[in-house]
């Protein structure tokens, strides 16, 4: 049996499932570092009724705004449905 390659593969894969590993941990960290942010802004009681009602508006954009992004993503597929498949092909 030859072993000269066996050793050179195992590191390329451990080294991989490190980096694997370590990308993973830092989406999970950012994950919970922005949960942890939002629990903390929800829990401060002191927050000025007007920085609240600002809060609230940018909620409220931000809600339109992915109302209107869907819209447009369900417009573009609809049009795509209908378009042939190559435009060289419409003339």
Do not use: C, H
Not at 1 to 13: E, P, R, S, V
Not at 62 to 78: A, G, N, V, Y
Request: charge should be negative.
């Amino acid at each position: 049996m030859d072993w000269n390659g066996i050793g050179t593969f195992a590191l390329f894969i451990a080294s991989g499932a490190v980096g694997l590993g370590v990308i993973a941990l830092r989406g999970y960290k950012a994950t919970l570092a922005s949960k942890l942010e939002m629990a903390r802004l929800r829990r401060v009681e002191d927050v000025p009724e007007q920085v609240a009602g600002q809060i609230r508006d940018l909620e409220d954009q931000i809600q339109r705004l992915t109302d209107r992004l869907d819209f447009t993503e369900k417009l573009l597929d609809s049009g795509r449905e209908g378009a042939p498949a190559d435009p060289r092909t419409v003339r």
